[in-house]
Structures are given as structure tokens and as C-alpha cells.
């Protein structure tokens, strides 16, 4: 029942994309790994100086996939933080569910009523929030897209680069086994620019090495449970896998588990993506191999940021790459500290 309300909620979200795009008809869709407009966050104040204040009066609508999530909520801290340190009103809000797009509509079009000065978002899927971003383009409202999912013709995007991760991944495998062998991709949802991408990225950099073989590749959903249950199917069906990509943390820790059920944890390396505090954990105790983590507590900081550069006039390009890294037992030490000035300036440097 919950997979059948979830396809009719992708279906209208699908109308929605495909008959609302008059406004943003002067946008070509948006790739951000490859987007040539670009910059590193980094190089903004380089650039453009250190973040100007807000305009007075200003109102920020935040918009996460969920609360109940880690990486979400992290992004969230991150926004809050910001929004805090450079004194501007903000309003956080997230649907209850990862796979719930009417409710992340309505959250916007609450926002957009509301009378933001800017939206910071991130869509549960590719077409989920286009008609809010329509209205607000329409309105003169800047709309930032915040990691993961990518409306194709969003003006702002703000976050890490998917391709990047899965290669990072695939990367540690052709170091660590020049022999090749079967792995596995857990991917995350459907019409998500991120699942796409982070597969492609670890596939195709593979490929460096034809002796790898990708045995399987399917989706989880970003859950725990589903991960799980894949995980043990995978290995009953390719005894010989020598490693699991996940797009997520939350899915990773579920494959360790249902490696530690099967009696393989430490002869199968496993790898998750975001950096959650419960991924930082299982690889101090050696258990998940590594994450790739996207240090979404800066990401949230950085759109704050680049949201007040954007209000203050600043020509600011389409991408704003923010700050990601393999982490593994040889330097999760120095990670593990979330405290945000901290992580930007280790990041910074």
C-alpha cells in the first residue's frame, strides 16, 4: 500500500514538471557535476568577499527531505547556525517522510504564502518541487537547490558533487584490489539526480580496471531495513562479492548488518555516503569500511551564505560546490568533530 501511495505521489509530482515551464523556459537543465558555471565554496570569498549581512527584514524558507533522517537534519543544523551567526529570520521545515512529495509541496507553498525573501530546498526527487520553484521564479524569490536532488532548471545549486563520490569509492576499490572482483551498488531512490550520478561515477571509474565486475545494482531506497534484505540476498547469490557501495550511510550500516548475520562483516568492505554520526561510529569499530562524507552541517552554513550574497546583488554562478571526503579509520579522527567553525576551516584549508 505504501509502495502504490508513493507512485501516485511521483505521478502527480510528474505532472506537475512536465506541464508547469513557462517561467524557467530561459534555463537550460541543470547538470551540477559537469555545470561549467561553477565555484568552489572556497574561492566565494576569494571572489566576492567575505558573506555580506542580509537585507534588513529578510526571511529565509528552509525546506529538508525529512527531519528523521541524519543527513537531512544535518543540513538543517547547518542552516540554523548560519541563519543565527548572521542574524536573519528563518523558517526550517521538513515532510515527515523521505517519500513524501505532496507533503514537501505543501511545506513550500506555505513558505511561498508566507512571503520568504529566499528558499533554500532540497527535493525529495528531480520533479517534486518544480511548481513551488516556477512560483518563485516568477516572483523574483531566489531559489537555491541544496544537495541531492536536482531540479533540471534551477538557477542556484548548492552542495557536493555526486559523480565525485562514486568515484571516490570505486577509487579505494582499484587501489586495495588490482585484481578486480564483483561488487555491488545499493542505490538510493529513483528520479534522483544523486542516485544517477553516484552510480555512474563508481561504474564508470571501474572501468579503469576491466577484471571488476558489477554483479548487482539495486535500489534500496535509502533504508535501512530495504539494504538489509538486499544485502543478504546479494551475498547468498555472488559468495565471491568483494565490496557494496551505498548511496547512503543509513543504507551501509544496514548492510553490515545483514553482514554480520551472515558471518562476512570484515571480508566484504562496505562503504555508505553523508558522514552520519552512526557511520563515524561503525568505523571506529571497524566495522563499514569508509563513507563519503559531504559534511552536511557546512552545506546548510554555505547556502545560508550564498543566499545573502544572492539578495545583496551578487552575480553569483549556478554551482556552489561544497566541501566532501573519503573517510575512513586512517582519518575519521580529524571528522568527527561537527562543530561547524571547526570543520570549515579544516576544510578550508
Known sequence: MKN??????????????????????????????????????????QKYGKAPDFPKDAFIGAIAKTKDIPFWDNIGKGYMYMAQKMGV?????AAKEEDDPIGQLDIA???????????LASPQTDVTLQLPFEESLSAKIPFINVSDAVIPQTRYFVGGMHYRNGMDVAEWFLEKFPNGGEV?????????????????GFINTLKKNHEFKVVEQVCGNWAFEDAKKLTEEIVSKHPNIIGIYCH???MALGAVE?????????????????????AYESIEKGELTGTVD???????????QVAARILKGQSIPRVVVT??????????KTFKNRDIDFLMKELAK
Open 4 to 45: 502504490l501511495k508513493t507512485g501516485l505521489k511521483l505521478f502527480v509530482s510528474s505532472l506537475v514538471f512536465t506541464s508547469l515551464t513557462a517561467f524557467s523556459a530561459e534555463l537550460t537543465d541543470l547538470s551540477p557535476d559537469t555545470e561549467a558555471d561553477r565555484i568552489s565554496w572556497i574561492k566565494l570569498e
Open 89 to 93: 529570520k528563518i523558517e526550517y521545515q
Open 109 to 119: 507553498e506555505t513558505l511561498l504564502a508566507k512571503n520568504v525573501s529566499a528558499i
Open 184 to 200: 555491488a551498488v545499493i542505490e538510493g531512490l529513483p528520479l534522483v539526480y544523486a542516485t544517477t550520478q553516484r552510480s555512474r
Open 248 to 250: 547512503n550511510d543509513v
Open 258 to 278: 545483514a553482514l554480520k548475520k551472515k558471518g562476512r562483516l570484515g571480508s566484504i568492505p562496505v562503504f555508505g555516503t553523508d558522514g552520519i554520526a552512526q
Open 294 to 304: 559531504s559534511f552536511p552541517e557546512v552545506t546548510g552554513a554555505i547556502a545560508v
Open 323 to 332: 566541501p566532501q571526503q573519503l573517510i575512513t579509520k586512517g582519518n575519521f
